[in-house]
């Protein structure tokens, strides 16, 4: 479940790191991550700065992606987010489609329509994403 919410966090985080990029805050230092959060850091930092750039989150949702401990309800969510984006039909999303999915996920949840997902805006997408994993699992 953990690798689940996870996975959804960094997708969430792919999706909008493009738009808050050129107000983005500072990092957060290291003490107050998470010790999950940590470890992805560690894991997926290739120039070690401490925190993982555009290029750094792309190949860490793509190799958690491929990941077979991926599978489960929330591997199906992946795949079910890659299937409704995945217009080349390469089995991962592109620049083009992952702007689409993040277009779609604003539609859906920036009730402000401020082009950004706000405090609560994120918890909403977060409690609609836990429920739709919450349905997939009932279904397996």
Do not use: C, W
Request: aromatic share 4%; net charge positive.
């Amino acid at each position: 479940m953990k690798k689940t919410l996870l996975s959804l966090a960094l997708l969430a985080a792919t999706l909008f790191h493009a738009a808050g990029r050129a107000e983005a805050p500072k990092p957060a230092p290291v003490s107050t991550l998470t010790p999950e959060q940590a470890a992805l850091i560690q894991r997926y930092d290739r120039n070690h700065d401490g925190r993982l750039d555009a290029d750094e989150l792309a190949a860490a949702h793509e190799s958690m992606l491929n990941e077979k401990q991926g599978g489960g309800a929330g591997g199906a969510f992946r795949a079910a987010l890659v299937r409704r984006f995945d217009r080349n039909g390469d089995g991962r999303l592109d620049k083009t489609e992952r702007a689409a999915a993040r277009q779609a996920l604003l539609a859906r949840f920036d009730t402000n329509h401020d082009g950004r997902l706000d405090e609560d805006e994120r918890a909403a997408m977060r409690a609609a994403f836990r429920a739709r994993i919450k349905e997939l699992k009932a279904k397996n």
